[in-house]
Structures are given as structure tokens and as C-alpha cells.
């Protein structure tokens, strides 16, 4: 507002593209406009400064306005912005030299937006950008990173030399980044008032809200803090740590939200631009999340996928988010629950903010029920110790330095059922500061005795996958504890997954789809073709599996191999349907008890949803199904563990939450390829679908993958090699339970071609086997033998 600014508008017919220019650069592009000015034929309103609806008159003020046949050259439209509005240029003449604009140091973890300017001999200062084929690079991405838009991202100390290049032509600049602790730039501890005890950015009590005993109590009926507007400005990274009692609030009420609203300063009609944290969210876990576009579809998300800290419980509440990594974190009592790495959205993105609240929505949603004893704010990321240390100190302390670690503990239930899950409590005793969660750090490792049995996740989380015993020893900086853990059967279900339905597809002729386990024949319904031991359903066909499948089952699996034929835009096609709808049995309406998978829903993600009926829904999400490819899918529903799990190819993809007893599900329509709904049906290929009386873990589901789908004998697990880039390094992984395997690479594939044994020894983190090698920017290809 209130400074000249250059703006374009171009259209080109030929490449069905439009673009707005600002200042020079491309800030918006259509490449889909099949709309041309002679289109819109005799114009009688021509105005400058008046819309064609009735919209606000334009306020301001026009130097120039040009109007051209044909879309300038992006190259002159910079020029224009360097000559200003008096002069005409038609040819920038001869390229003399080029000018990076960015400041020579900056703080690990920062953001700048760096600009080049050229001159030629006609005219100098015009700004370059990518559109005009401007190219930056940096010697070492290791320190930081440029995008071609000119945004470096300053990733660790060091100096780093960008590069420009236009034309013939390049440009250096050396820019030093400099170390950048966390630093608590407003702490609000609510011992008599509301002021901010470091930045002096004070909160008003709105409706109520109280302070009892060092703790504000804001009631869910109104009440919440103010806190000042634009306390975001040049942050980037940023740490919000609060110790939180949840007493019961409504779905999508706020421990913070902060950010604009449709209706401006005071209202909560919906969210512009936003970052907020729900306790409870709708589905019920800890949710937050950022977004410039206001409403769930353009949300950044980071949430505590379903899990929520316990109510009338004080807990340790941590939102991170790190600019350089495109990370967001979040963290309950120490131990981290959640992450997002591709969150691009910075706080400084949501400037100017007008509505800061504590306790308070953007939406109109409840207002939070609680306590909270302690509120900070950090410019920058507290790493995972840090937050650990505070998490022990709790809410009233803060410390330098925790001292040196003196001793190590771990904490843990030594009996499990199959199927379920425990967090380990790691804790460190050290000389400042005792029982410091150890989960969440980098340097922590936990490493199971028999992954047969037990698995454990990076941050501790243990998994019961068979029976027996045996042993977990988590470390840190050279000191370690062990556990032992003996692993039991569930009662009333089978310690392994007992067979209950086959379908193999072996018939040839008539509609009897043979269940070879249990009996329980199924009728191809339409034309499906049956052929070596498929069935290719097309046209509307399907198979009716008998009433009341599943439904008196707990725990229950879910496995098939089947090929998805799209077409890859047709949305809520089934690979199975069990369930009930509103015009009953054998026919199809609204859903309204069911257990299904689709390999797209309308959000263009493979689908599974279980819901009893009513607002109920269990669903997982995850990418959508490929095309024309065999893919063993399964489902394991762990009543008992409350745990579900989805698995593609042998790996699992998805985790969720298994709540809904499947016996109030009224299975009486038990479709493959067919929906409740009046959806498409399934197109595609089955060859083989079984139902298990319970809950596979993740070694069986592999087990079975690698024997195929025509074999019921579990098969030694083939490990399968994952590939992934860690600061910069390649990292090769595999399961630590696969022994004996050698790492191989070539610089091609092909036949004859020479495999290398690299020789490196791999480290056990946690269940896999790892080895990292730096880049070296030539191709490779790596694989395992035995």
C-alpha cells in the first residue's frame, strides 16, 4: 500500500498461458486460458479504476497505462520496471554485468529472498528472475539451499557462495550463516497478571479468564487471552511450549490460535491465515496446523495421529516448527508425537496477525476448557533435548545447563499382548536435573533382541509381534539400559491368525466363487470373466459374499492381491464393500454401517473407513492405488489393541485406531467390487481374497507377501532395501532381522554389468540395518545379496 509498483498483465494465445508480473517478476500464471480478447467482442464498458460489478471503486493513483497487441517479452517487461513509467524500451541492448542483492550474513534457520539486477548497455538495474532464465546455485547444500525463485534457506553454520548465472554471465556473493540458538522471546506465567515477563507483549483477559494459583483457568464458555497483533514479524522457526489441563473441552477448541480472520481484528467468522493447536480436535487427538488460504483444505497439518493427552492431567505441550527443514514437530511430555516434513509455511507468512489468542478459534468453535500453568514463545526450534529438559524442570524453571549425564533408566511394562503397543520411558539423571526423557533425541537408539517378537520404533514405541521373549536395550551417549519383555497370546482369539475364507479364483465356468477355507461361497453377479486363477471384474460385475462375514468377529485381517484398472480419475470404485444401506439388503443407497476399501476416494487417496453408524468414522489415508499393477493389500484390525494397520507390498503405510466393534456393523451386503453406495464399480483384476479370524502384525504381513499370493506357507522375509536422503547423504536401510545380506552397487543396469561390494559396516539403529554414503553426483544403482 501507498508505493508504486509496476504491474503486467499478459495473455498469449498460442500457449493458452496468462501471467501478472509485479516489479518484474511472475507472481501469478494460467497455462490453461483458451479465452482470447477478440472473444469477448464489442466492449462497452472500458474503465480504468471501475469493475463491472458492484465493487468498491479503485483508491489510488495511475503514472502510466499501456495497452499492447501481443504479450510482451518477460525480458522487456523487467526493463519497464527499471525505466519506470516515462520511457519506452524496445531492446535491452548488450549484457554488461549482473548484481546480487542479499545480505552478507545470516542466522542458521533464516529465510532470505535474494534479487539479481542486470545491466545492459541500453538500460541497467532490471531485475532478472527465473521466468527470464536467471539461475541460481550454492557450492554447498550442505549449508544452505536456494530455490529459483532466489529464497535461500540458511540450513546449518558455514559460508556458502551463491552463484548467479543469466546468459553468459555469472555472479558470486559469500554469505556467512551463523549458529542460531532457540530464544524465549515471550514468556507468560500467569503468577498474578497476564503480562508477557520477556517481550513485554502483555495478553488482556477476555470473558472471564482467570489466573488461581499461578495457573490461568479459562472456563470453555468465552473466556480466553488477548495477546498483542504481529508478534510474528521475521520469525521463521518457532518453539510454543505450554504446560496444559485439558478439562473436557469441545471438539476443535483452541490451546492457541493465531493468525486473521475473514471478519478482521475480534472475530472468529473463519480463518484466513492461521497457525493453531486443537485440544481436542473433531476426530478427537491433538491437531495443529498453519495455512494462507483459511479452511482445512490448505492446511499444513501437524497432529498427534490418534493420540491425545489424557484429561484433568497436567502434560507438556511443544509445536515446533524449522524453516531450513520444512519440519513441524510436536511434542507431549517430552516424547515426540508427531512430525510433518513438508511444512513450508513459516510463522512470519501469517503477518499482519490481528486475532493472537490463547484458548480462542479463528472458526467459530468451542472456546478451550482448561488450565494453563505456563504459556512461552521461541524464536527458532528447541531441539528435542532442550524440550526434554524443560519437560523435567516443568513449568516454573528454566536452565542454562543440565550438567553431565550421571545415569540412564528405563521404564516399561515387561508384560505385552500380541498386537499391542507401549512407549518405553528412557530417562537420563543428570547433574542439574533428573528423570529427563531420553526418547525423542538423535542420539538415542533402541534395539530389540528378536524383532520376531518385539519391534521398537525410533522414539521407543515397542510393538508386540509374537510370542516369547525378549529384549530391548535403548542407549545414549555411551550409557545403556535393557528390558525384558515377554510377549503373550490375547484370549478368545487365536495366537496366530487363524484362516477363516479363501477365494483363489481357480474356477472356470458358472458364477460359484469357491471359499476353500471356511465354506462360505460367494456368487459372481454380471460379467465377470474368470481366467488362470483371477477374476477380472469389468462392466458393473461383482461377487456377493454371504451375510454376517465379519461381524461376529474382534480382531480381523483383511488380505488380498488385486490389480486396479482404473481409470486413475474415477473416485469411490471398491475393492470390497461389507456393510448396509438404506434400501437394505442387495441393493444400493446410503451407507449406513460399512467396512470398505477404495483405491481412490474423492480426495484422491486409497481409503479404508469402518464406521457402526452415525458420525463414527475410523478411516486411513494413504497415496492412491497404481494403475494396471499387482498389489497385495492388508488390513489388520486389532479390536482388542485398539490398533489398525494397513500394509502395501509387505510394508506397513498407515497406523490408526481400531475402536468400532465390528458387530454393530450390519453386514448383509459383502461385496468385492461393488459399493453401498451408487458409485462406480470396481474395474479391475482379483487373484486371491482372505479373511483372518485376527490382527497379522507387520513380520506376518511380510511373511506372507513373500510367499505370494497362490502359497499359504510364510516364507522367509526377503528384506527390501529403502533409499532416502539424510542431510545430504544417501541412506541405505533394510531390516536388521535379515542377516547376512552384502551391499552391492553399479554404475548401470543392464546385462553383464559389474556389481562392487561396498565396503562399509553397517549400524543397527532401532530394527534396521544402516548405512549412509556421501553424494557424489553420479548415478549409482544398489542392491543386496546372499
Do not use: C
Given at each position: 500500500i501507498n508505493q508504486k509498483t509496476h504491474i503486467v498483465f499478459t495473455s498469449k494465445a498460442i500457449d493458452h498461458t496468462a501471467r501478472i508480473y509485479v516489479n518484474g517478476r511472475v507472481v501469478a500464471e494460467n497455462t490453461n486460458i483458451t479465452i482470447t480478447p477478440m472473444d469477448l467482442g464489442e466492449t462497452l464498458n472500458n474503465w480504468i479504476g471501475k469493475s463491472q460489478f458492484n465493487d468498491p471503486y479503485f483508491y489510488g493513483s495511475i503514472d502510466e497505462f499501456r495497452i499492447y497487441d501481443g504479450a510482451l517479452d518477460p525480458l522487456i517487461i523487467a526493463a519497464h520496471t527499471a525505466a519506470g513509467p516515462d520511457k519506452l524500451v524496445d531492446n535491452v541492448g548488450s549484457l554488461l554485468a549482473l548484481k546480487i542483492n542479499a545480505s552478507d550474513s545470516m542466522d542458521e534457520g533464516g529465510v532470505q529472498i535474494m534479487s539479481v539486477l542486470a545491466d545492459f548497455d541500453q538500460i541497467a538495474n532490471v531485475p532478472l528472475s527465473s521466468s527470464i532464465g536467471l539461475e541460481y546455485s550454492v557450492d554447498n547444500p550442505k549449508i544452505a539451499s536456494v530455490t529459483a525463485d532466489g529464497k535461500l534457506l540458511a540450513l546449518k553454520p558455514g559460508v556458502v557462495t551463491v552463484t548467479a548465472k543469466f546468459g553468459s554471465l555469472t555472479q558470486t556473493k559469500t554469505i556467512k550463516i551463523n549458529e542460531k540458538p532457540a530464544a524465549l522471546i515471550h514468556r507468560y506465567s500467569f503468577d498474578n497478571d497476564f503480562s508477557d515477563s520477556v517481550g513485554g507483549a502483555n495478553g488482556i483477559p477476555v470473558g472471564g479468564a482467570t489466573i488461581a494459583d499461578g495457573v490461568l483457568q479459562l472456563d470453555g464458555n468465552g473466556s480466553y487471552v488477548d495477546l498483542p497483533n504481529g508478534l510474528f514479524?521475521?520469525?521463521?522457526?518457532?518453539?510454543?511450549?505450554?504446560?496444559?489441563?485439558?478439562?473436557?473441552?469441545?471438539?476443535?477448541?483452541?490451546?492457541?490460535?493465531?493468525?486473521?480472520?475473514?471478519?478482521?481484528?475480534?472475530?472468529?467468522?473463519?480463518?484466513?491465515?492461521?497457525?493453531?493447536?486443537?485440544?481436542?480436535?473433531?476426530?478427537?487427538?491433538?491437531?495443529?496446523?498453519?495455512?494462507?488460504?483459511?479452511?482445512?483444505?490448505?492446511?499444513?497439518?501437524?497432529?498427534?495421529?490418534?493420540?491425545?493427552?489424557?484429561?484433568?492431567?497436567?502434560?507438556?505441550?511443544v509445536f515446533v516448527t524449522k524453516a531450513s527443514e520444512h519440519t513441524g514437530k510436536l511434542y507431549v511430555n517430552g516424547k515426540l508425537v508427531g512430525i510433518n516434513t513438508n511444512l513450508t509455511i513459516t510463522p512470519n507468512d501469517l503477518e499482519p496477525t490481528v486475532n493472537n489468542w490463547i484458548g480462542r478459534s479463528q472458526f467459530a468453535d468451542p472456546y478451550f476448557f482448561g488450565?494453563?500453568?505456563?504459556?512461552?514463545?521461541?524464536?527458532?526450534?528447541?531441539?528435542?533435548?532442550?524440550?526434554?529438559?524443560?519437560?523435567?524442570?516443568?513449568?516454573?524453571?528454566?536452565?542454562?545447563?543440565?550438567?553431565?549425564?550421571?545415569?540412564?533408566?528405563?521404564?516399561?511394562?515387561?508384560?505385552?499382548?500380541?498386537?499391542?503397543?507401549?512407549?518405553?520411558?528412557?530417562?537420563?539423571?543428570?547433574?542439574?536435573?533428573?528423570?529427563?526423557?531420553?526418547n525423542a533425541l538423535s542420539e538415542t537408539t533402541f534395539i530389540s533382541s528378536d524383532p520376531q517378537i518385539l519391534g521398537v520404533g525410533e522414539s521407543g514405541t515397542v510393538e508386540a509381534w509374537g510370542n516369547g521373549v525378549a529384549e530391548i536395550v535403548a542407549s545414549y551417549q555411551g550409557f545403556s539400559a535393557t528390558g525384558r519383555v515377554e510377549v503373550v497370546f490375547p484370549e478368545g482369539v487365536p495366537g496366530k491368525p487363524l484362516l477363516l475364507h479363501r477365494y483363489s479364483f481357480n474356477e472356470t465356468q458358472g458364477t460359484t466363487i469357491t471359499d476353500s477355507a471356511g465354506g462360505a461361497n460367494g456368487t459372481l453377479v454380471g460379467n465377470g470373466i474368470l481366467s488362470d486363477g483371477k477374476l477380472v471384474l469389468t462392466n458393473g460385475a461383482y461377487v456377493d459374499l454371504p451375510n454376517r462375514i465379519i461381524s461376529g468377529l474382534t480382531n480381523i485381517t483383511i488380505e488380498a492381491w488385486?490389480?486396479?484398472?482404473?481409470?486413475?480419475?474415477?473416485?469411490?470404485?471398491?475393492?470390497?464393500?461389507?456393510?448396509?444401506?438404506?434400501?437394505?439388503?442387495?441393493?444400493?443407497?446410503?451407507?449406513?454401517?460399512?467396512?470398505?476399501?477404495?483405491?481412490?476416494?474423492?480426495?484422491?487417496?486409497?481409503?479404508?473407513?469402518?464406521?457402526?453408524?452415525?458420525?463414527?468414522?475410523?478411516?486411513?489415508?494413504?497415496?492412491?492405488?497404481?494403475?494396471?499393477?499387482?498389489?497385495?493389500?492388508?488390513?489388520?484390525?486389532?479390536?482388542?489393541?485398539?490398533?489398525?494397520r494397513l500394509y502395501i507390498n509387505g510394508q506397513r503405510v498407515a497406523t490408526g485406531v481400531a475402536d468400532i466393534d465390528l458387530a454393530l456393523i450390519d453386514d448383509v451386503n459383502n461385496w468385492l467390487g461393488r459399493s453401498n453406495w451408487p458409485d462406480p464399480a470396481f474395474n479391475g483384476v482379483f487373484d486371491e481374497f482372505r479373511i483372518w479370524l485376527g490382527a497379522m502384525t507387520d513380520p506376518e504381513v511380510a511373511q506372507y507377501y513373500s510367499a505370494g499370493p497362490n502359497s499359504l506357507e510364510p516364507v522367509s522375509v526377503k528384506p527390501g532395501l529403502n533409499i532416502s536422503l539424510k542431510n545430504l547423504e544417501i541412506e541405505l536401510s533394510w531390516s536388521a532381522a535379515a542377516a547376512g545380506f552384502t551391499l552391492e552397487k553399479s554404475d548401470q543396469l543392464g546385462t553383464n554389468i559389474i556389481w562392487s561390494v561396498l565396503n562399509v559396516t553397517p549400524s543397527q539403529m532401532n530394527d534396521k540395518l544402516v548405512v549412509r554414503i556421501p553424494i557424489s553426483g553420479n548415478v549409482g544403482f544398489f542392491r543386496l545379496r546372499k
Open positions: 514479524t521475521n520469525i521463521y522457526s518457532i518453539t510454543i511450549e505450554a504446560w496444559v489441563v485439558d478439562r473436557g473441552s469441545m471438539g476443535w477448541a483452541r490451546i492457541f490460535d493465531f493468525g486473521s480472520s475473514a471478519g478482521g481484528e475480534d472475530m472468529s467468522n473463519g480463518g484466513t491465515r492461521y497457525m493453531f493447536l486443537s485440544l481436542p480436535s473433531g476426530p478427537g487427538n491433538l491437531r495443529g496446523g498453519l495455512t494462507l488460504t483459511g479452511g482445512g483444505a490448505g492446511e499444513q497439518v501437524l497432529e498427534w495421529v490418534g493420540g491425545r493427552p489424557e484429561v484433568n492431567t497436567t502434560n507438556h505441550i488450565d494453563i500453568d505456563e504459556f512461552r514463545i521461541y524464536d527458532g526450534a528447541l531441539d528435542a533435548f532442550n524440550i526434554a529438559v524443560d519437560y523435567a524442570l516443568g513449568p516454573d524453571k528454566l536452565m542454562a545447563s543440565p550438567g553431565q549425564l550421571k545415569a540412564v533408566r528405563l521404564q516399561f511394562e515387561s508384560k505385552m499382548i500380541k498386537g499391542t503397543v507401549q512407549t518405553l520411558n528412557f530417562v537420563g539423571d543428570f547433574e542439574n536435573v533428573s528423570n529427563v526423557v531420553l488385486v490389480s486396479w484398472n482404473g481409470p486413475q480419475d474415477s473416485s469411490w470404485q471398491r475393492i470390497f464393500d461389507f456393510g448396509n444401506n438404506s434400501n437394505g439388503e442387495g441393493n444400493q443407497g446410503t451407507g449406513t454401517s460399512f467396512f470398505f476399501i477404495t483405491p481412490r476416494s474423492g480426495s484422491g487417496t486409497l481409503l479404508v473407513s469402518v464406521n457402526a453408524g452415525g458420525g463414527n468414522y475410523r478411516d486411513i489415508n494413504v497415496p492412491i492405488m497404481p494403475l494396471n499393477q499387482l498389489i497385495h493389500i492388508v488390513f489388520s484390525y486389532d479390536r482388542l489393541a485398539g490398533i489398525s
